[in-house]
T-cell receptor, first 112, second 115 residues
Framework: KNEVEQSPQNLTAQEGEFITINCSYS?????LHWLQQHPGGGIVSLFM???GKKKHGRLIATINIQEKHSSLHITASHPRDSAVYIC??????????????FGKGTHLIIQP | DTAVSQTPKYLVTQMGNDKSIKCEQN?????MYWYKQDSKKFLKIMFS???????INETVPNRFSPKSPDKAHLNLHINSLELGDSAVYFC??????????????FGSGTRLTVV
């Protein structure tokens, strides 16, 4: 079982809908990242969270450390939001240089 | 432009060859990484490196080796390439975790095809 699980794997919605993508993890973490990968392949970091909630434009990310769960919300979704959204965690190991552990991604399609 | 830049963007090579992928960042980050994205688009850490430690994912074959001439560069050398090495390789950089700063940045990826 993957240490980071995302749901849903695929999501198709209509423009304007409120989108929620969920991420659960089974390890101790020091931070959680939400990443966006467009069809062209580039990966962009959207948020880094260690507690609470962050908002950037139409994107909102929340994390509940006790429940080991994070959500990414998109308000007023638009076709340009179509991408793969990836949840990734930095496992708490005490080291400074560890890489991220990734979920398998959620493929989001927003139809006009 | 401040960025993580990796070259080449595409690399097609024959089995058995040795190749390198270069990565440079001008963001002042102190930690750099190499990730592999397989055909199912799943990302896995290969190496992470700062000036204090190199952390190697134990599943990475020793044909893969990172080389860091300085804090801004982390190149990936691959010896005796195999068909299964075909994938997209992403370089990334960040501030080290214990500094508590955001700024995880990925390069645009190198699509390696071994024929």
């Amino acid at each position: 079982k993957n240490e980071v699980e995302q749901s849903p794997q695929n999501l198709t919605a209509q423009e304007g809908e409120f989108i929620t993508i969920n991420c659960s993890y089974s390890v101790g973490i020091s931070a959680l990242h939400w990443l966006q990968q467009h069809p062209g392949g580039g990966i962009v970091s959207l948020f880094m969270l260690s507690s609470g909630k962050k908002k950037h434009g139409r994107l909102i990310a929340t994390i509940n450390i006790q429940e080991k769960h994070s959500s990414l919300h998109i308000t007023a979704s638009h076709p340009r939001d179509s991408a793969v959204y990836i949840c990734a965690v930095k496992k708490y190991s005490g080291g400074g240089a560890d890489g991220l552990t990734f979920g398998k991604g959620t493929h989001l399609i927003i139809q006009p | 432009d401040t960025a993580v830049s990796q070259t080449p963007k595409y690399l097609v090579t024959q089995m058995g060859n040795d190749k390198s992928i270069k990565c440079e960042q001008n963001l002042g980050h102190d930690t750099m990484y190499w990730y592999k994205q397989d055909s199912k688009k799943f990302l896995k850490i290969m190496f992470s490196y700062n000036n204090k430690e190199l952390i190697i994912n134990e599943t990475v074959p020793n044909r893969f080796s990172p080389k860091s001439p300085d804090k801004a560069h982390l190149n990936l050398h691959i010896n005796s390439l195999e068909l299964g090495d075909s994938a997209v390789y992403f370089c990334a950089s960040s501030f080290s975790w214990d500094r508590g700063l955001d700024g995880y940045t990925f390069g645009s990826g190198t699509r390696l095809t071994v024929v």
